[in-house]
């Protein structure tokens, strides 16, 4: 079983910024992916942002420029640094991973309990 630690989340005014952690743990043979996930409230979740384990990435279009996402191996941890944030990205923030845990045959997806970002003045 893999489990997920996020951190990060809170209040902070628009164009401000903040730094999401989310560390893996538990019985993790190789993690294929990572990625953030978001949503706000009355919408569905949407993809922020993803890395894969060669280090490419993905974003919204909406975060582009302003989000970066990245890794520490080492630490089996993934991070976004926001910047800039706007109003309209108060939304609950999800990691995910894709891995393969010991005595699994096949890779799983495995979700964080979320964190609350919120943008106001």
């Known amino acids: 079983q893999v489990q997920l630690v996020e951190s990060g989340g809170g209040l902070v005014q628009p164009g401000g910024s903040l730094r999401l952690s989310c560390a893996a743990s538990?019985?993790?043979?190789?993690?294929?992916?990572m990625a953030w996930y978001r949503q706000a409230p009355g919408k569905q979740r949407e993809l922020v942002a993803a890395?894969?384990?060669?280090?490419?990435?993905n974003y919204a279009d909406s975060v582009k420029g302003r989000f970066t996402i990245s890794r520490d191996n080492a630490k089996n941890t993934v991070y976004l640094q926001m910047n800039s944030l706007r109003p309209e990205d108060t939304a609950v923030y999800y990691c995910?991973?894709?891995?393969?845990?010991?005595?699994?045959?096949?890779?799983?997806?495995?979700w964080g309990q979320g964190t609350q970002v919120t943008v106001s003045s």
């Open positions: 995910h991973v894709n891995a393969l845990a010991w005595g699994h045959p096949t890779p799983h997806d495995y």
């Open positions: 538990g019985s993790i043979f190789e993690i294929n992916s």
């Open positions: 890395i894969t384990s060669g280090g490419s990435t």
